[in-house]
């Protein structure tokens, strides 16, 4: 039995303004009990705007629920319109900032480079990269989902010390399965999160790989997260659509119970 806590984030994409936002873990904050945050972490991921909003609820409220990021500049301050820094993100006191996601690797070319330095920028600031990678439906078809994965994880990591690196999380979303109800079969997933542990035990130990905590995402729900989580290097999940649904996502952060 794995001592990694696991950790079932929502990544709420460009969905809910502030006010919303409020509703939303208000909503979720009702439905959870003490005993749900026991072993588990659960996590939102709201667009930037709502931040401040959040942050506001859960330190009044003293919730248990952590928050952060959808993205954050490689760039610590300066002439870079529209992007959003580490030390701003922290001082709202995110926990964590997803880097990489495939929606900003399609639509705004994020490649390798970008993903280390924004690593390296949420590090530098105290911010545990949710660092996303995975392969296309081209690419698993061709058979070569390992390949393409860990070339996206060394890239990523490149120059980053083992004491940043043991704190990061890593979530791997075949694009194939995100938002098209598509669901990678557990064995899939475990393959791909399996060669994830092993690049990581390779690129720097076997001690660090098995504290590194490794989520799958695509599509999963209420339903199916049970048999994907009971993967021995699935360490949580990435929910998008589900985490838009209070209901859902906890019945996910209720994995156990599913
Ligand atoms: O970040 C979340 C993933 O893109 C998964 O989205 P999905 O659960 O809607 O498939």
């Known amino acids: 039995m794995s001592s990694r806590t696991p950790i079932m984030a929502g990544n709420w994409k460009m969905n809910l303004n502030h006010l919303e936002a409020i509703a939303q873990v208000q909503k979720l904050a009702f439905a959870l009990t003490d005993k749900d945050y026991e072993g588990t972490d659960v996590v939102v991921l709201p667009p930037f705007t709502d931040l401040r909003s959040v942050q506001t609820l ?24 529209g992007e959003v820094s580490g030390p701003m ?81 890593i979530a791997y979303e075949p694009v194939w399965a995100i938002g098209t109800g598509e669901v990678a079969t557990p064995e899939d997933a475990q393959e791909v999160c399996g060669a994830i542990r092993g690049r990581l035990a390779e690129l720097y130990s076997q001690e660090l790989a098995d504290k590194v905590r490794i989520q799958y995402g695509g599509s999963v729900k209420g339903g199916n997260v049970a048999a994907i989580m009971a993967q021995p290097d699935v360490d949580g999940a990435l929910v998008g659509g589900a985490a838009l649904d209070v209901d859902e996502f906890v019945k996910i952060v209720r994995f156990r119970d599913q």
């Open 89 to 169: 993100l922290a001082k709202l006191n995110c926990t964590f900032a997803v880097i990489g996601h495939s929606e900003r690797r399609q639509y705004h070319g994020e490649d390798e480079a970008v993903c280390n330095a924004k690593v390296k920028a949420a590090h530098r600031h105290g911010i545990t990269p949710i660092l996303c990678v995975g392969e296309g439906l081209e690419v698993r078809k061709a058979g070569n989902q390992v390949a393409h994965t860990l070339a996206q994880v060394d890239g990523a990591l490149e120059g980053v010390a083992a004491e940043d690196a043991e704190t990061i999380v």
């Open 58 to 81: 859960v330190d009044g409220d003293k919730l248990k629920i952590t928050y952060g990021s959808q993205d954050i500049s490689a760039h610590d301050s300066g002439a870079r319109t």
